[in-house]
Each structure stands twice: as structure tokens, then as C-alpha cells.
């Protein structure tokens, strides 16, 4: 079986936002999480119809895979919905930051998804707003756990099964089938 080779853009960075297994080297960096231009530029990847396939399965198995995260994401933003995948995705690397990095990176969360001003504000209730804005003035590895949650459970219910119908990911699955036979 033939693997296609597609553009994989990187949803590993956002405007303020560093994600690195050391977030110190990233300090003073800024990104857009879905640039188009740096689509562009990033290295072919191999990935085959079994990968996708498995896709379909779960929103988890989806979201475990980089490729995975990059073409939902590249779907969610079609969609204007693009804050949800970036909130979830700077919620897992904030659950791995060092402990004296935890106020500065829980603030810069705050401030770009779940404040009431954010430009890139998610969509969760009142009190879960009041709530994550209680936990970061003490922030623990946790302290998004219950937003991040609200937004899982949205995209899981709303988003990803209109990706699994989408022409995006349909033409994906179809074109990587499509390979596979010849």
C-alpha cells in the first residue's frame, strides 16, 4: 500500500502563545497558529488511508495524531471555529509546563481564549468563565481542565461529526484510498 504525501501545517503555535518541550527557548517568539504561509513551506509527510480512517473512530484518536489535529484544524478554521482546537491544544501543552512558568503561560491563556474580551474567545458558560478565572490566580497543572472539557465536549458533538463529513476530510480519505491502489 501507497502512502500520499501532504502538507502538514504545525498547530503548535499561536500569537503570544509558545509551545515547546522546553518553553523557555520559545521566549519572545510570535506565530499564527493556522498560517497559510507557513503551510506552505512545511516538509511532506507521509500518512496513509488506514491513519485517517482511524479518525473517524474518535475525536481522542483524531486529536493523538499531529496530522490529525493539523487537518481538523485547517477544517475548523473553514469553519471560523479555529479558537476551539487552539484553547485544547494550549491546554495540553500548559498541563506540561514547569511550575514557575505556570502564572505567565495560565495568564496568556486567560487573556487570549476564555477572558470576555479575548479576541479568540471560546465558547463556554458563565460559570465556567468565573470559574477558570478563580483557578489561574493560583494556577496548578489543572486549573483549565474544566474549560478545556467544555471544549472537547463541543467539538466531539458538533464539529468533528461535520469534519468526518466534510469535503476536506472526505477528500483526504478518498485521494490517500485512491493511492493505495495503484
Known amino acids: 500500500m501507497r502512502a500520499a504525501a501532504i502538507s502538514t501545517p504545525k498547530l503548535d503555535k499561536m500569537p503570544g502563545m509558545f509551545f515547546s518541550a522546553n518553553p523557555k527557548e520559545l521566549k519572545g517568539t510570535t506565530h499564527s497558529l493556522l498560517d497559510d504561509k507557513m503551510q506552505k513551506r512545511r516538509p511532506k509527510t507521509l500518512l496513509s488511508a488506514a491513519e485517517v480512517m482511524q479518525w473517524s473512530q474518535s475525536l481522542?484518536?483524531?486529536?493523538?495524531?499531529?496530522?490529525?489535529?493539523?487537518?481538523?484544524g485547517s477544517f475548523l478554521k473553514s469553519e471560523f471555529s479555529e479558537e476551539n482546537i487552539e484553547f485544547w491544544l494550549a491546554c495540553e501543552d500548559y498541563k506540561k509546563t514547569e511550575?514557575?512558568?505556570?502564572?505567565?503561560?495560565?495568564?496568556?491563556i486567560y487573556k487570549a481564549f476564555v477572558h470576555s474580551d479575548a479576541a479568540k474567545q471560546i465558547n463556554i458558560d458563565f460559570r465556567t468563565r468565573e470559574s477558570t478565572a478563580k483557578k489561574i490566580k493560583a494556577p496548578t497543572p489543572t486549573c483549565f481542565d474544566e474549560a478545556q472539557k467544555v471544549i472537547y465536549t463541543l467539538m466531539?458533538?458538533?464539529?468533528?461529526?461535520?469534519?468526518?463529513?466534510?469535503?476536506?476530510?472526505?477528500?483526504?480519505?478518498?485521494?490517500?484510498?485512491?493511492?493505495?491502489?495503484k
Open 60 to 72: 481522542e484518536k483524531l486529536l493523538a495524531n499531529q496530522t490529525g489535529q493539523n487537518v481538523f
Open 99 to 108: 511550575s514557575d512558568l505556570l502564572p505567565c503561560k495560565a495568564e496568556e
Open 156 to 181: 466531539e458533538k458538533d464539529s468533528y461529526p461535520r469534519f468526518l463529513k466534510s469535503d476536506i476530510y472526505l477528500n483526504l480519505l478518498n485521494d490517500l484510498q485512491a493511492n493505495s491502489l
